[in-house]
Nanobody, 126 residues
Framework: QLQLVESGGGLVQPGGSLKLSCAASGITADAYTIGWFRQAPGKEREGVSCIASTDGITYSGDSVKGRFAISRDNAKNTVFLQMNSLKPEDTAVYYC???????????????????WGQGTQVTVSS
C-alpha cells in the first residue's frame, strides 16, 4: 500500500527557513512524480513544486521560485522541500502527493495526483 508521510512543519518567523520531508513507501512504479502542495484557510489547494523520479527535473510555482527548492533522495524514497525567506503568506498546510506518471502537462495541478499525505502545518508569524 502506497503511503506518503510529511514531516518538518512548524512555526517560524518571517524571513526564516524550514525543511519539509515526504517519506514514501509502497511505491512499485519506477517512473513517478512527487509534488508539494499547500492549502491556506479559505483558499484552494495550490501547487508549490514537483520533481520527477527518473531524471530529477523540477517545476515550481511562480510564488515560490527563488525561495523554495525541491530535492530527492531516491535511495530513501524521500523528497524534501527547502523553504527559505518565508513570508506570512506562506502559512498553510503543506501536502506531498504522488502521480504515477512523468509529464509536462498539469505538473502542479492537484487533480492530476493520485496519492496524498496527511499534511503538515507551516505557520510564518512573528
Amino acid at each position: 500500500q502506497l503511503q506518503l508521510v510529511e514531516s518538518g512543519g512548524g512555526l517560524v518567523q518571517p524571513g526564516g527557513s524550514l525543511k519539509l520531508s515526504c517519506a514514501a513507501s509502497g511505491i512499485t512504479a519506477d517512473a513517478y512524480t512527487i509534488g508539494w502542495f499547500r492549502q491556506a484557510p479559505g483558499k484552494e489547494r495550490e501547487g508549490v513544486s514537483c520533481i520527477a523520479s527518473t531524471d530529477g527535473i523540477t517545476y515550481s510555482g511562480d510564488s515560490v521560485k527563488g525561495r523554495f527548492a525541491i530535492s530527492r533522495d531516491n535511495a530513501k524514497n524521500t523528497v524534501f522541500l527547502q523553504m527559505n525567506s518565508l513570508k506570512p503568506e506562506d502559512t498553510a498546510v503543506y501536502y506531498c502527493a504522488l502521480r504515477l506518471t512523468i509529464t509536462t502537462i498539469d505538473t502542479l495541478s492537484p487533480s492530476a495526483y493520485d496519492y496524498w499525505g496527511q499534511g503538515t502545518q507551516v505557520t510564518v508569524s512573528s
